[in-house]
């Protein structure tokens, strides 16, 4: 079945580590997201990819990073700069394009981020 | 700058009631989209309905109604006879159609769906 994979699903983080997410999708959709969410608040970008070797920022992308060289594949690194990691972390993917704006955006599972 | 505010933090019903979860949102393009998202205990959040800026069709689907009012800027989700399975925190967001908005989604703050047996 389509789909958005995002893995692990627990990860704990030590001081001073990077840590990355991993987000896989099979839907053959060209944009990807990057989510947190904090108790009693929605979610908020991070980052997102339109098209395969282009990023761009979103509301709350310092202490994070991305890349985009597979149009399936996008992971997120927490570098050691994010000085609040904690939160659940939710990758979404759509079609993207003039004609599918109001497509919705499809999410996976999400992953916790602890710090240990 | 968009906005959307989901001013009911948490709501608790009893089985078979109705319940209305209200959604007001601010953006100043002229052609926006609005989603209801489902997030149940498992974390997914699960599509439920759009809503384009020049359709002010009202939307039935099941238990699940949905009532868009341009003029006051809310997109008002009612459940019919709740059911415990109705459990989870419901998102209300916001898609504009230009600029530096295209392509993002301005999510509220949840609202937080508890219906017991």
């Known amino acids: 079945d389509g789909g958005i994979t995002q893995s692990p699903k627990y990860l704990f983080r030590k001081e001073g580590q990077n840590v990355t997410l991993s987000c896989e999708q099979n839907l053959n959709h060209d944009a990807m997201y990057w989510y947190r969410q904090d108790p009693g608040q929605g979610l908020r970008l991070i980052y997102y990819s339109q098209i395969v070797n282009d990023f761009q920022k979103g509301d709350i992308a310092e202490g994070y990073s991305v890349s985009r060289e597979k149009k399936e594949s996008f992971p997120l690194t927490v570098t050691s700069a994010q000085k609040n990691p904690t939160a659940f972390y939710l990758c979404?993917?759509?079609?993207?394009?003039?004609?599918?704006?109001?497509?919705?955006?499809?999410f996976g599972d999400g992953t916790r981020l602890s710090i240990l | 700058a968009q906005k959307v505010t989901q001013a009911q933090t948490e709501i608790s019903v009893v089985e078979k009631e109705d319940v209305t979860l209200d959604c007001v949102y601010e953006?100043?393009?002229?052609?926006?989209?609005l989603f209801w998202y489902k997030q149940p205990p498992s974390g997914e959040l699960v599509f439920l309905i759009r809503?384009?800026?020049?359709?002010?069709q009202n939307e039935i689907s099941g238990r699940y109604s949905w009532n868009f009012q341009k003029s006051t800027s809310s997109f008002n989700f009612t459940i019919t006879a709740s059911q415990v399975v109705d459990s989870a925190v419901y998102f209300c967001?916001?898609?504009?159609?230009?600029?530096?908005?295209?392509?993002?989604?301005?999510f509220g703050q949840g609202t937080i769906l508890t219906v017991h047996p």
């Open positions: 809503r384009n800026s020049f359709d002010e």
């Open positions: 953006t100043r393009d002229t052609t926006y989209y």
């Open positions: 967001a916001l898609r504009g159609a230009g600029g530096t908005s295209y392509g993002k989604l301005t």
């Open positions: 979404a993917s759509s079609t993207n394009g003039q004609r599918v704006r109001n497509q919705p955006q499809h």
